[in-house]
Antibody, heavy 127, light 105 residues
Framework: EVQVVESGGALVQPGGSLRLSCAASGFTSSDVYIDWVRQAPGKGLEWIGSTRNKVESYITEYAASVKGRFTISRDESKNSVYLQMNSLKAEDTAVYYC??????????????????WGQGTLVTVSS | EIVLTQSPGTLSLSPGQRATLSCRASQSITNNHLAWYQQKPGQAPRLLIYHASNRAAGIPDRFSGSGSGTDFSLTISGLEPEDFAVYYCQQYGKTFGQGTKLEIK
């Protein structure tokens, strides 16, 4: 079964850092696009970043709201993807989902829908 | 950047009824690159429809998607109790609609 599972969510103070993990099972994560989507309490879905597959050199892309603060990386040996979050703000409080991007990435930008999704991990930024 | 507007914000219906949810794009979406997701409280989103009208694996045939260009719809024929949830449309890539809450009347 193709599955992704997030972990690492926690309570962190403003200005702090946190690393989320996304472990893949049932497939080789380096073969696929992985995206991160977050959902603030009671709000809708916000795409925050993606990493392309190995063939496309793991190119990353970020939403303006997190660019320069968040970094996506991979560890092939662990079949996992990571979201490093620095300089956290209260508005980063959300459930963070990793998901597999299905589609392709032309020069104009990735055109993916998302399936499957992990169960999510909660990040709370508060003093 | 394309903006997706979903309507209505909340839809109140009874089990057995037919639900029609709308997703309107601010610009034409090419190649029918539109997906629909269902999200129940405390759960992750689940893919229902991709390419505007293709059901994802394991999705019951009471769910159907239609539309092209700027106007898309998700129809649920014969609502089951488990269908009451929030539904999001997505233009492939980064843009989601704000969601429609389908609640029991």
């Amino acid at each position: 079964e193709v599955q992704v599972v997030e972990s690492g969510g926690a309570l962190v103070q403003p200005g702090g850092s946190l690393r989320l993990s996304c472990a893949a099972s049932g497939f080789t994560s380096s073969d696929v696009y992985i995206d991160w989507v977050r959902q603030a309490p009671g709000k809708g879905l916000e795409w925050i970043g993606s990493t392309r597959n190995k063939v496309e050199s793991y190119i990353t892309e970020y939403a303006a709201s997190v660019k320069g603060r968040f970094t996506i990386s991979r560890d092939e040996s662990k079949n996992s993807v990571y979201l490093q979050m620095n300089s956290l703000k209260a508005e980063d409080t959300a459930v963070y989902y990793c998901t597999v991007g299905r589609g392709h990435c032309p020069t104009s930008g990735c055109q993916n829908y998302f399936d499957p999704w992990g169960q999510g991990t909660l990040v709370t930024v508060s003093s | 950047e394309i903006v997706l507007t979903q309507s209505p914000g909340t839809l109140s219906l009874s089990p057995g009824q037919r639900a029609t949810l709308s997703c309107r794009a601010s610009q034409s979406i090419t190649n029918n690159h539109l997906a629909w997701y269902q999200q129940k409280p405390g759960q992750a989103p689940r893919l229902l429809i991709y390419h505007a009208s293709n059901r994802a694996a394991g999705i019951p045939d009471r769910f159907s998607g239609s539309g092209s260009g700027t106007d898309f719809s998700l129809t649920i024929s014969g609502l089951e109790p488990e269908d009451f949830a929030v539904y999001y449309c997505q233009q492939y890539g980064k843009t989601f609609g704000q969601g429609t809450k389908l609640e029991i009347k």
